[in-house]
């Protein structure tokens, strides 16, 4: 069973920091892209970033040079640094990874950045 397991959200003020984590199991990690999508309230999901097997990264323009996503193949651990939060980066975040023909969600975990 794929199970991905989200840690880090909470509420930080505008101008702060978070590090979300994502613990995955049940699948070859090391051969998964992985990924980070958000959705802000009353809006839908959409994409933040991706990291490759081999370690290439993609962002999301509003993202770029804020957020870094990283990998850990030896601990199966995706993660997000996200600095200079806006209030606008507020959303449930979600763990995400893609192989052999199939997507798996983590449950989301809330980030709110507000003073």
């Known amino acids: 069973q794929v199970q991905l397991v989200e840690s880090g959200g909470g509420l930080v003020q505008p101008g702060g920091s978070l590090r979300l984590s994502c613990t995955a199991s049940?699948?070859?990690?090391?051969?998964?892209?992985m990924g980070w999508y958000r959705q802000p309230p009353g809006k839908q999901r959409e994409f933040v970033a991706t990291i490759t097997p081999g370690g290439n990264t993609n962002y999301a323009g509003s993202m770029k040079g804020r957020f870094t996503i990283s990998r850990d193949n030896t601990k199966n651990t995706v993660s997000l640094q996200m600095n200079s939060l806006k209030p606008e980066d507020t959303a449930v975040y979600y763990c995400y990874s893609r192989g052999l023909g199939r997507a798996y969600w983590g449950q989301g975990t809330q980030v709110t950045v507000s003073s």
């Open positions: 049940g699948i070859n990690f090391s051969n998964y892209v």
